[in-house]
T-cell receptor
Framework: GAGVSQTPSNKVTEKGKYVELRCDPI?????LYWYRQSLGQGPEFLIY????????DSGLPNDRFFAVRPEGSVSTLKIQRTERGDSAMYLC???????????FGQGTRLTVV | AQSVTQLDSQVPVFEEAPVELRCNYS??????LFWYVQYPNQGLQLLLK??????LVKGINGFEAEFNKSQTSFHLRKPSVHISDTAEYFC??????????????FGKGTLLTVNP
C-alpha cells in the first residue's frame, strides 16, 4: 500500500479481554515501530523491530504487552488481560532502515470499558 | 534518560501572524531532534529534523527550527501562518548513538490554533 495501515481503526473491549492490533508497514520497510499515545500526551515508545526480531522492547510497560513480526512485514501488538489504563491511541510507524525517516499510520484507538 | 518539554500546551494566533513553538530537551548524550505535526484524525507527519550540520533547519510547509546546544532548545518557527496550520505539534528527541534514530521521546505537544 501507499502508507502504513493499521487495523482496526477503533477497538472497544471489556476489561480483562485479550486484543490484537495489526500494522501493515510500507512495502519494503524493514524497521517497524509501535508507540502509544494517551489522551493529552505525546506518543511513548513501546518497541521496534528490525526485520523479524525485536531490536528494542524497552518501552513495553509490562508482560501483558507483546508484539510479533514473524515474516518481517506485518506486525501484531497483543495485549492480554486489558485494563482501563490501556485505553489509548496505538501508533505504528515503518522505515526503510533504522536510521531513515519513519512514516506513521493513523493509529488504532483502543478503549477498554 | 532524555526528556522533552514543550513549554506551551496551546498557542492561539491570527492568520498571517508569525509563530514560535518552544521546545527544550535534556539528555546526557548527543541527540537528534525532530518536529512532527498531527492533524485531526491523522497520523504523525515529519515537519523537519536536525541530525547534524547547520543548526538552522528548514522543513515542509514553510516551517524552520534552530538547534541551540547551549540552551538545549529546538524552537519551531513560521513567519506567517495559515488557517491550515491548525494542528498539534510535537517535538521529539532520539539519542542517535547506536540503535535507531527513530526511537523517539516526544513532548506532550502544542496545539496551534490559527484564527481568521
Amino acid at each position: 500500500g501507499a502508507g502504513v495501515s493499521q487495523t482496526p481503526s477503533n477497538k472497544v473491549t471489556e476489561k480483562g479481554k485479550y486484543v490484537e492490533l495489526r500494522c501493515d508497514p510500507i512495502s519494503g520497510h524493514t524497521a517497524l515501530y509501535w508507540y502509544r499515545q494517551s489522551l493529552g500526551q505525546g506518543p511513548e515508545f513501546l518497541i521496534y523491530f528490525q526485520g523479524t526480531g525485536a531490536a528494542d522492547d524497552s518501552g513495553l510497560p509490562n508482560d501483558r504487552f507483546f508484539a510479533v513480526r514473524p515474516e518481517g512485514s506485518v506486525s501484531t501488538l497483543k495485549i492480554q488481560r486489558t485494563e482501563r489504563g490501556d485505553s489509548a491511541m496505538y501508533l505504528c510507524a515503518s522505515s526503510r532502515g533504522m536510521n531513515t525517516e519513519a512514516f506513521f499510520g493513523q493509529g488504532t484507538r483502543l478503549t477498554v470499558v | 534518560a532524555q526528556s522533552v518539554t514543550q513549554l506551551d500546551s496551546q498557542v492561539p494566533v491570527f492568520e498571517e501572524a508569525p509563530v514560535e513553538l518552544r521546545c527544550n530537551y535534556s539528555s546526557s548524550v548527543s541527540v537528534y531532534l525532530f518536529w512532527y505535526v498531527q492533524y485531526p484524525n491523522q497520523g504523525l507527519q515529519l515537519l523537519l529534523k536536525y541530525l547534524s550540520g547547520s543548526t538552522l533547519v528548514k522543513g515542509i510547509n514553510g516551517f524552520e527550527a534552530e538547534f541551540n546546544k547551549s540552551q538545549t532548545s529546538f524552537h519551531l518557527r513560521k513567519p506567517s501562518v495559515h488557517i491550515s496550520d491548525t494542528a498539534e505539534y510535537f517535538c521529539a528527541v532520539s539519542e542517535g548513538s547506536g540503535g535507531s534514530n527513530y526511537k523517539l521521546t516526544f513532548g506532550k505537544g502544542t496545539l496551534l490554533t490559527v484564527n481568521p
